[in-house]
């Protein structure tokens, strides 16, 4: 069965510190890892990873994906109050429904 | 990337009614899904809505629980029927523009809360 495992579960930094969200995944005919950020109902777009060893890039947040070790990294530099949210992380593979498969999530909370 | 608006963002309902929300993309999207998120829970994929054909169920999900429409390729809806107090959730309606590009993009959800 198809799964995507996050770790940590949740992370309490402070202001300025820089985080690594974790993200394993064990997807059939896997295609893409996409991230996103959701912090009230919607979940944001962050990236979308294909190739390994390739790092997106946005602003302070950054990804790579590991196809050799099934996972992937998301950094977030300079943490700020408003990153504060859950970070979703889900595995897509090929076929016609394109159906994400999500992990529980990292809930990170920046402090002042 | 699309723009999806959902309708309505909450709402509060008796037990044993049932909902309709409404999910409007502003573009032509060649798949449209919904998933729901329980309370601390993660987004689980309810089913993919096919337009002009019945939509495909995950495991645990049937139709005659959470009936779905798509009409055309910008608009479905997902109805949740006989509401208990354990259908109380956000649904999220989500869009896929073009099947060579991966990127699902998110409408707003609807918070439901059943008493």
């Known amino acids: 069965e198809d799964k995507v495992v996050q770790s940590p579960l949740s992370l309490v930094v402070h202001e300025g510190d820089t985080v690594t969200l974790n993200c394993s995944y064990e997807v059939t005919n896997f295609r893409s890892l996409l991230w996103y950020k959701q912090e009230k109902k919607a979940p944001t777009f962050l990236f979308m990873l294909t190739s390994s060893g390739i790092e997106k890039k946005s602003g302070r947040l950054s990804s790579i994906l590991d196809k050799k070790e099934l996972s992937s990294i998301l950094n977030i530099t300079a943490t700020q109050t408003g990153d504060s949210a859950i970070y979703l992380c889900g595995g897509l593979g090929s076929g016609a429904t394109n159906k994400l498969i999500f992990g529980t999530g990292t809930l990170l909370a920046v402090q002042p | 990337s699309a723009v999806i608006s959902q309708k309505p963002s909450r709402d509060i309902c008796q037990r044993g009614t049932s909902l309709t929300i409404q999910c409007q993309v502003d573009?032509?999207?060649?798949?449209m899904f919904w998933y729901r998120q329980q309370p601390g829970q993660s987004l689980t994929l309810i089913a993919t809505a096919n337009q002009g054909s019945e939509a495909t169920y995950e495991s645990g999900f049937v139709i005659d629980k959470f009936p779905i429409s798509r009409p055309n390729l910008t608009f479905s809806t997902l109805t949740v029927s006989n509401m208990s107090p354990e259908d109380s959730s956000i649904y999220l309606c989500?869009?896929?523009?073009?099947?060579?590009?991966?990127?699902?993009?998110f409408g707003p959800g609807t918070r439901l809360t059943v008493l």
């Open positions: 573009s032509q999207v060649t798949m």
């Open positions: 989500s869009a896929q523009g073009h099947p060579l590009y991966n990127e699902q993009f």
